[in-house]
Every structure is written in C-alpha cells, then in structure tokens.
C-alpha cells in the first residue's frame, strides 16, 4: 500500500485484517440468510414478504463486501499517519436492517401460528 506515512505496528495491520475479513464474512451469512429466506416455504411467509426479506439480507450482504474494502484502507490510511480512527459508518445500516428483518420475520411467524 502506497500511503503517506510511518509503518504501523504490525499487530494493528493484522487485527485492521482481521476486521476486514469479519466484514466479509458478516456478507457471506446475510448473502446465505437472504438465500435462506428465498427458499421458505410459501406456508410459513406470504410470498412478497418472503421476497422483500430476502433482498433486504442479501441487499446488506451486498453492501457490506463493497464497504470493507474501503473501510480497511481508510483504517490503514490512519494507522499510518496516526490519525483517528474513521467510525464504521455502514455499521447503524447493518445493525438497523437486520433488526428489522429479524423483528418482521418474527411477527410473520407469530401470525402465521
């Protein structure tokens, strides 16, 4: 990486990697929740439901591997001039859009009982 500064502890690159990698692993089980949800049977969600749940999985999914790449070298960036730390601004959007699912997805299986 060809950033303006000092290189940082090697400990903080390798827990800054670590912290990518959870991000896309964080992708890889909403893309795989979203899959999930798609293949419900129609007894249990009604169809629509069922779809706007599985987009919304897989939509997060998808927007949480676009943005640890980012957030990785924007963290890099940082370590290097000893800057702050940039906060991880998709993490409200995660956090908020699965609440959201999971709370719909429990009122859905609470009606369907």
Known sequence: MDSPGNEPDP?????????????????LALSAGGVAMAAVSE????????????????????????????????????????????PPAIAPLLGYGVAAVAVLAVILILLGR
């Not at 990697?17 to 992708?27: A, H, M, Q, V």
């Not at 749940?53 to 999914?61: E, F």
């Open 43 to 86: 007894d249990v969600f009604v169809p629509w439901m069922r779809t706007v749940l599985a987009l919304t999985l897989v939509s997060l999914s998808a927007l949480s591997a676009a943005m640890a790449y980012p957030r990785w070298r924007r963290v890099q960036r940082a370590l290097r001039t000893a800057a702050p730390l940039p």
């Open 11 to 27: 400990r903080f690159t390798l827990a800054n990697e670590r912290t990518f990698l959870t991000w896309l692993s964080t992708s």
